[in-house]
């Protein structure tokens, strides 16, 4: 009776022993690092820490550590077998990989906007982990920067972009139209430049650092882009006002709704974030600063605000766009799914439905940028 009772304990042991294995081997917790293929150079080097909820779900924060060194959290990380996925939806980012038996390396491909770059990612102990850079402090608010030193090269045609970024101090542009640089500098929609050249449609990179330490608000980044532009374009202009065909933006009735008023800092700049096409998050900003955004990136007219408010605010707008939006970020919009029941509304029904305002096509007077010198950049 007694070897019979130690024979099952040791057929029982002989099958834990395999079991255990087995669920170390569905463990992912732990960094894993890669380079995402850009094209571009090196590439960028990403890395994404993987750990356990308290339900037992997979959660994840992730890197872009050659882009800047605040952590991204992950939206969702899900295995099937050696199937992994993870989504970043504020960014529009999915990632499709599959795991080794081992589960050391995932091999896979990263999606963002409908572009798609391989990144194969490796399974790393704390001591072989990239270093994140510490984030770079702010540059002072009131400061009023100026390049201290800058790289202006025409863009290579196959390269990424059109792409406005701010890496640690680095002011950089990527496939930017010199049209687009204007625009972005001076908030301004394309439309509303007069005597401008034929060659307004080069594309350009830029790489700069400022004369100001600290890394630079969007605002300031606005100042180093126009001091490119007059120092190494040589621009000089003056403005003028011009009936134009444009969008005005005004309340709808019961309007507005759903935005919420922030502490009025005007020194502090709004922020202007699209999470993919259509998806926009809005904060600090007036009415003009919003009306400047979507002139600037959405927009094929110029939007002009006469909402009537002045207080700064804080909201979301999701809508699906048409084929005449994002032209000016270079965004190749297919045309709605008129079938799909959970497509967000167009942009003017999703403007009264989501703010309580209303966007309509008319003609006013707006400002232009007459130019009156322009060159192509000086070499560097």
């Given at each position: 009776m007694?070897?019979?009772?130690?024979?099952?304990?040791?057929?029982?042991?002989?099958?834990?022993?395999?079991?255990?294995?087995?669920?170390?081997?569905?463990?992912?917790?732990?960094?894993?690092?890669?380079?995402?293929q850009?094209?571009q150079?090196?590439?960028?080097?990403?890395?994404?820490?993987?750990?356990?909820?308290?339900?037992?779900?997979?959660?994840?924060?992730?890197?872009?550590?050659d882009?800047s060194p605040?952590?991204?959290?992950?939206?969702?990380?899900?295995?099937?077998?050696?199937n992994?996925n993870l989504?970043?939806?504020?960014l529009?980012?999915t990632?499709?990989?599959?795991?080794?038996?081992?589960r050391?390396?995932?091999?896979?491909?990263?999606?963002?906007?409908g572009a798609?770059?391989?990144l194969?990612l490796?399974?790393?102990?704390?001591?072989n982990?990239w270093?994140?850079p510490?984030p770079?402090?702010?540059m002072?608010?009131?400061?009023?920067?100026?390049?201290?030193?800058?790289?202006i090269?025409?863009s290579?045609?196959?390269?990424?972009?059109?792409l406005?970024?701010?890496q640690?101090r680095h002011?950089?542009?990527?496939g930017?139209?010199?049209?687009?640089?204007?625009?972005?500098?001076y908030?301004?929609?394309t439309?509303?430049l007069?005597?401008?050249?034929?060659?307004l449609?080069?594309k350009?990179?830029?790489?700069?650092?400022?004369?100001?330490?600290?890394q630079?608000?969007?605002?300031?980044m606005?100042?180093?882009?126009?001091?490119a532009l007059?120092?190494?374009?040589?621009l000089?202009?003056?403005?003028e006002?011009?009936?134009?065909?444009?969008?005005?933006?005004?309340?709808?009735?019961?309007?507005?709704?759903?935005?919420?008023?922030t502490?009025?800092?005007?020194s502090?700049?709004?922020?202007?974030?699209?999470?993919?096409?259509?998806?926009?998050?809005?904060?600090?900003s007036?009415m003009?600063?919003?009306?400047d955004?979507m002139?600037?990136?959405?927009?094929?007219?110029?939007?002009?605000?006469q909402?009537?408010?002045?207080?700064?605010?804080?909201?979301n707008?999701?809508?699906?766009?048409?084929q005449?939006?994002?032209?000016?970020?270079?965004?190749?919009?297919?045309?709605?799914?008129?079938?799909?029941?959970n497509?967000?509304?167009?942009?003017?029904?999703?403007?009264q439905?989501?703010?309580?305002?209303?966007?309509?096509?008319?003609k006013?007077?707006?400002?232009?940028?007459?130019i009156?010198h322009?060159?192509?950049?000086?070499?560097?």
């Amino acid at each position: 009776m007694r070897k019979l009772r130690l024979t099952t304990w040791v057929a029982g042991l002989a099958m834990l022993i395999p079991m255990c294995g087995a669920l170390r081997a569905q463990d992912i917790s732990g960094n894993w690092q890669g380079t995402l293929q850009t094209g571009q150079g090196d590439g960028l080097r990403t890395l994404l820490k993987i750990s356990k909820t308290d339900n037992g779900a997979w959660k994840a924060v992730f890197y872009s550590i050659d882009q800047s060194p605040q952590p991204i959290a992950v939206t969702s990380v899900t295995v099937q077998g050696l199937n992994f996925n993870l989504t970043i939806t504020p960014l529009d980012v999915t990632y499709t990989g599959t795991l080794n038996s081992d589960r050391t390396t995932i091999t896979g491909n990263a999606t963002q906007h409908g572009a798609t770059h391989v990144l194969n990612l490796q399974r790393v102990s704390e001591e072989n982990t990239w270093a994140v850079p510490e984030p770079p402090k702010p540059m002072p608010a009131d400061a009023t920067p100026k390049f201290d030193v800058v790289t202006i090269k025409p863009s290579d045609p196959n390269g990424r972009g059109p792409l406005f970024t701010i890496q640690g101090r680095h002011v950089m542009t990527f496939g930017t139209t010199v049209s687009s640089l204007i625009a972005f500098a001076y908030s301004i929609q394309t439309k509303q430049l007069v005597n401008a050249p034929a060659w307004l449609d080069e594309k350009y990179d830029i790489d700069g650092v400022p004369d100001v330490e600290g890394q630079p608000n969007i605002k300031q980044m606005r100042l180093l882009i126009r001091d490119a532009l007059v120092q190494r374009f040589g621009l000089k202009f003056h403005n003028e006002q011009r009936e134009l065909a444009v969008y005005a933006l005004t309340l709808a009735k019961g309007g507005p709704k759903t935005m919420t008023v922030t502490a009025n800092k005007p020194s502090d700049p709004g922020n202007f974030i699209f999470r993919g096409p259509g998806k926009l998050m809005v904060t600090n900003s007036t009415m003009k600063d919003f009306c400047d955004g979507m002139q600037e990136a959405v927009m094929d007219k110029p939007v002009v605000d006469q909402t009537g408010l002045t207080d700064r605010y804080d909201f979301n707008l999701n809508w699906t766009p048409d084929q005449s939006q994002f032209a000016a970020m270079g965004a190749k919009i297919p045309p709605p799914n008129i079938d799909d029941p959970n497509a967000p509304p167009s942009l003017y029904t999703a403007l009264q439905e989501q703010l309580g305002l209303k966007l309509e096509s008319t003609k006013a007077n707006a400002d232009v940028m007459v130019i009156d010198h322009f060159d192509k950049p000086s070499a560097n």
